[in-house]
Nanobody, 127 residues
């Protein structure tokens, strides 16, 4: 059974940093696209960052470029999202997602391109 479990969310002041983790179990995703999405209250879920080709290629939402960094430790089957210079508008539930096979993904990635999803972790940025 494949599981993705996010952790690392919490409450932080604007300008602060958090690192989210997504631990995968049940299979490895070394060569498969993985991504982070987020959903703010009252809004649709949106793409944040994606990692493909075992992390060699990355895509980002324009508003997080230069502040967020996606990475993965394939040996541990874990993906990360380092979030720096956080803004109030980054407040959301953050979800990790993984594709079920290697493929090209859109830029920005679409939810339908990912078969596995975590339960989400809350990130709250206060002013």
């Amino acid at each position: 059974q494949v599981q993705l479990v996010e952790s690392g969310g919490g409450l932080v002041q604007a300008g602060g940093s958090l690192r989210l983790s997504c631990a995968a179990s049940g299979r490895t995703f070394e060569n498969y696209p993985m991504a982070w999405f987020r959903q703010a209250t009252g809004k649709e879920r949106e793409f944040v960052a994606a990692s493909i080709w075992s992390g060699d290629t990355t895509h980002y939402l324009d508003s997080v470029k230069g502040r967020f960094a996606i990475s993965r430790d394939n040996a541990k089957n874990v993906m990360y999202l380092q979030m720096n210079s956080l803004k109030v508008e980054d407040t959301a539930v953050y979800y990790c997602a993984a594709a079920s096979y290697f493929k090209q993904i859109s830029s920005p990635a679409r939810e339908s391109e990912f078969a596995y999803w975590g339960q989400g972790t809350q990130v709250t940025v206060s002013s």
